[in-house]
């Protein structure tokens, strides 16, 4: 009730901006909104957050929503009286509520764990993946120390674990829902949150989802501001790539990735790391590709056109270009490899083999933004040492 | 049969070895010249003849020839004659385990020969293996020689207990099951090994199972080339032996065949020929078990002198043309080679299955 009150309380304020009377809208002045990522929004209603997640359309998934309500509030309503009483038009054919904050969580990939670890939020952690996929020491010791459980993912994943944790939520990659993951814990009356970051087309995109995380733990300011931070980062580095390249400065073509079993397969040319590339003054080699997934190319087609790159990123398992010209002694001949411009994002790797680029990379776009212009426009950040990347020997 | 008829079938034989032989060379042909990057017939041919070429790194060529010489010499050539080894290989030792067997379902992928060769590259590549996120064709050589090895190692292990199976057992299906639970057994291993292995790999050796050609480079020719030789010479030392096997162990034995070393023989020769190609090529299903038959269709008989060469032949022409049409999308895109060579290889399997029904299976 009190919290209708203060609503009409807000809108009378409101009502005296003219400004925000053409505007009209409920939303308190804070409300926190999705600029960037395509894959989910944020609705604010009276003391109820609503978190709309939208999958592409190659998989299959309804729309869905989860209604973020407070622990103390509207107890006992059920979805379909929430529906009602705040009119939710239906965006989807589900709609969950979440009691929030979240103070339980089970998070079923690795790229999870950053966001939670930079708002705070390692105390809500009740169980793991595989602790071997993390990267960050500061992670392993936070598990090590509270021995938190591991349950596994994909068709390994310990169901009966998980009931006994009995967490609030569990939070899993779209994909992870087709292993039966998703209804069987509903049976259990375990929420599962479905979190669509690597889905996104965009490094911002990507890592607006951090918002989706701190919404659901009651962190949702903190996010913001943190995210908010990243996107000053990202553009100003954008920006100056930008300023720089209107000046004729060229931009070194890049290719990606290595022939394998006569294939070769190459991010899309409307896909997050063509993004990256295009942002950090690169000339993606096929940035005019209209695909965001990755093709897959018989390798003598790639190889004629990767020939003339100037820089080949990404040549996963090789550490030393001795390995690789082993591997394939063909690669040789690339221009980049004469040049020794060959750099890899394994910088920081683990011996386990977890690679800190897929951990933490997609929530800190700004670092792997910065990493790529120096190694395009080194000119342009001189005495930038490198985070994530690290050039061939 | 008269004198004359018999040299007349003699000549309808060499015809038909010709036109195959043709058949094969057109195709090896047209494999090199068609591929995801346009490059004019003419051009082809000045690459080919001009060995001078292949060697110099740039001097006097454009960046475009550089281009095409190095399509030509380092993708395509490599590639067709994979395919055409493969083919050969896989042909040949789907038809040894036919007459060794006495079963015209016979084959590597049938009896869990494949198999047996997957968990032996897996061993090499996820237990001992390097750090390499890759599979077979991106390790280095001396990997590569250990994981042939392993291959044929674990193929011939398979093949071994299959047959010391069938010394006891008669039935026909129950040797079938017996390969097929073998095989289960060193795929569900396989399976373990990639539970417990990093992440990234499953990937890798998902694309891997897809089989391919295009994986080798002229260094992995230099150890499938010498195998694959090797195995064929001792091949055609069988001929005699298996023909008399034909006829049943019986007879065999009464021409004073040594069963138990021709058996051996054909093991080794047959593992090393299934083992070799699933080193480099991945689990390339079908060819083994469709292309004696493909022979014996063409051909009429079943007698090695004609079905070992005729084998040959024809494996090296399935798998070059599974190759070509696994390049026919256009625009780079490409088929997984096991979707067609299953394409390609079912019709006939099946069109098998029918005949011996009706009770003419040349077997």
Partial sequence: MSFEVRTLLKKGVLCCSFLLLIVGNLQPLSAI?????????????????????????????????????????????????????????????????????????????????????????????????????????????????????????????????IVQLQPAVVMANITQGEWNVVPKLRDAS???????????????????????????????????????????????????????????????????????????????????????????????????????????????????????????????????????????????????????????????????????????????????????????????????????????? | MTESSARNSKIAILIRFLLIFGAVFFLFALDVVKGSVDIPLTRVVEILFSPAEWLSETNGLSLEQVGQRDIIVLFRLPRAVTALLAGMGLALSGLFMQTLFRNPLAGPSVLGINA???????????????????????????????????????????????????????????????????????????????????????????????????ATAWKDIYIMMPVIGAAVLLGILLIKPLNALLLGEEYARSMGVALIRVRMTVIVVGASLAGVVTAFCGPVTFVGVAVPHLARGIFRTADHRTIVPASLLLGGATALTADIVSHLPGQGGMLPLNSVTALLGVPVVVWVLIRSRAGRSFI
Avoid at chain 1, 77 to 92: A, N, Y
Avoid at chain 1, 313 to 325: A, F, R
């Fill in chain 1, 33 to 161: 909104s999705a600029e960037y990522a395509e894959g989910f929004s944020i609705e604010e209603l009276s003391g109820v957050t609503l978190l709309n997640v939208h999958p592409p359309e190659s998989e299959h998934y309804n729309s869905i929503t989860y209604a973020l309500v407070g622990r103390d509030k509207l107890q006992n309503i059920t979805p379909d009286q929430l529906r009602k009483r705040f009119s939710i038009e239906p965006k989807g054919s589900e709609l969950y509520i979440i009691r929030t904050p979240v103070k339980h969580l089970i998070p079923l990939s690795t790229t999870f764990l950053p966001p939670l670890l930079w708002l705070n939020l390692d105390a809500v952690l009740s169980g793991i993946d595989n602790v071997d996929y993390i990267y960050s020491r500061k992670l392993r010791d936070i598990i090590n120390r509270r021995n938190i459980p591991q349950v596994g993912n994909g068709p390994s994943l310990d169901m009966e674990q």
């Fill in chain 1, 190 to 393: 375990i929420p599962v949150v479905l979190n669509g970051d690597y889905l996104e087309t965009t490094p911002l995109g990507r890592a607006e989802w951090i918002k989706f995380i701190g919404l659901l733990c009651g962190k949702g300011k903190e996010a913001e501001n943190q995210f908010n931070a990243i996107v000053e980062r990202y553009t100003g580095l954008q920006q100056m790539v930008q300023a720089e390249l209107s000046g004729n400065t060229e931009r070194p073509k890049v290719i990606m990735n290595r022939p394998m079993n006569g294939r070769w397969v190459v991010p899309g040319g409307s896909g997050y790391m063509a993004q990256f590339i295009e942002d950090a003054g690169g000339h993606y080699l096929w940035s005019s590709d209209t695909h965001s997934r990755s093709l897959v190319l018989d390798a003598e087609a790639v190889y004629i056109k990767a020939r003339q790159a100037d820089v080949w990123l990404h040549q996963y398992g090789s550490s030393t270009l001795q390995e690789l010209l082993q591997t394939d002694p063909r690669l040789r001949r690339l221009n980049a490899f004469q040049t020794q411009q060959v750099i890899n994002n394994d910088a920081r790797t683990n011996k386990a083999g977890s690679n800190n680029f897929y951990e933490s990379g997609p929530y800190q776009p700004d670092l792997i933004l910065a990493d790529l212009i120096s190694l395009f426009h080194p000119s342009l950040l001189p005495g930038h040492s490198l985070y994530y990347y690290r050039f061939l020997e």
């Fill in chain 2, 116 to 214: 047996g060769a997957n968990l032996g590259v897996a061993v090499v590549v996820l237990v001992m293996g390097g750090a390499a996120g890759g599979f077979v064709a991106t390790l280095p050589l001396g990997m590569k020689a250990l994981v042939t090895i392993a291959a044929v190692f674990g193929a011939g292990a398979v093949l071994g207990v299959v047959l010391l199976v069938s010394r006891f057992i008669g039935s026909v299906t129950i040797l079938l099951l017996v390969g097929l639970m073998f095989g289960y057994l060193a795929n569900s291993l396989v399976t373990l090994l990639i539970h417990f292995s990093a992440a990234g790999r499953v990937q890798a050796y998902l694309q891997w199972t897809f089989g391919s050609f295009g």
